[in-house]
């Protein structure tokens, strides 16, 4: 009787183990589909993301030469700049200062004083008492 009972639980036992080993294999037959669905779909993803990163690439080289372009144009119009200054600077100051001369010497012919000059501080004119202590 004894031997009738172990082979019993032995024989439960071995039931239990099946199930569990059975239940195990659905498991990993379902992780097995879902990996290969998750391939499938991810594949293209990646192939859809490479091309984007490319196409990003290409954009980021062409900002990048432009940028380079404006840097050579903004070193060209400083580069004008400076010439012009240089170039028509002195000779306009010169004209402007020989204009002054002769619009002075004019108004001293002409017999009309040349204007007055005021002292300006803060945006006020100095009164005339003030002026000409500063004068001395």
Known sequence: MAGLLVAVFWAILV??????LFRLAQALRAATELVT????????????????VRSAQSQL????????????VAA??????????????????KVAAFGYGVRQALARRGGTPPPARRTVVRGRPVPAARRRKREE
Do not use: K
Request: hydrophobic share 50%; glycine share 6%.
């Open 15 to 20: 039931s239990f183990l099946a199930v569990a």
């Open 37 to 52: 669905a998750v391939t499938e779909r991810a594949v293209p993803l990646l192939g859809e993301a490479s091309t984007t």
């Open 61 to 72: 080289d062409r900002v990048e030469t432009i940028a380079t372009d404006v840097q050579e």
């Open 76 to 93: 060209n119009a400083s580069a004008l700049s400076s010439t012009v200054a240089a170039t028509f600077g002195g000779p306009l100051v």
